[in-house]
């Protein structure tokens, strides 16, 4: 069964930085591997994502600032996220995509305040 948990989110203050974990398990066979957010009433946003040729790719919200980044090794997916502000405050979560199939972690709080 594929699972994936979120670690890493917290409290930071305005410039400051947080690097997200995304632990995927059950599968090998990951062929996207994304990370997005949800602010409360909003939509949820992609944010950040890698595909099979390992090049990562952003939207422009958070382009320069927030790096993508997967260890094969580990089955490990991050997101590092620097010079945060206050709108990025939000759930985020990690999704997977194996055979097709859209597997979503449970989400982990980023709050950006002084």
């Known amino acids: 069964q594929v699972q994936l948990v979120e670690s890493g989110g917290g409290l930071v203050q305005p410039g400051g930085s947080l690097r997200l974990s995304c632990a995927i398990s059950?599968?090998?066979?990951?062929?996207?591997a994304a990370w997005h957010r949800q602010a409360p009433g909003k939509q949820r946003d992609l944010l950040a994502w890698?595909?099979?040729?390992?090049?990562?790719n952003y939207a422009s919200s958070v382009k320069g600032r927030f790096t993508i980044s997967r260890d094969t090794a580990t089955n490990t997916l991050y997101l590092q996220m620097d010079s945060l502000r206050p709108e990025d405050t939000a759930a985020y979560y990690c999704?997977?995509?194996?055979?097709?199939?859209?597997?979503w972690g449970q989400g982990t709080q980023v709050t950006v305040s002084a």
């Open positions: 890698i595909v099979n040729d390992g090049r990562p």
């Open positions: 059950g599968t090998t066979g990951v062929t996207v």
């Open positions: 999704r997977a995509v194996v055979k097709g199939a859209t597997y």
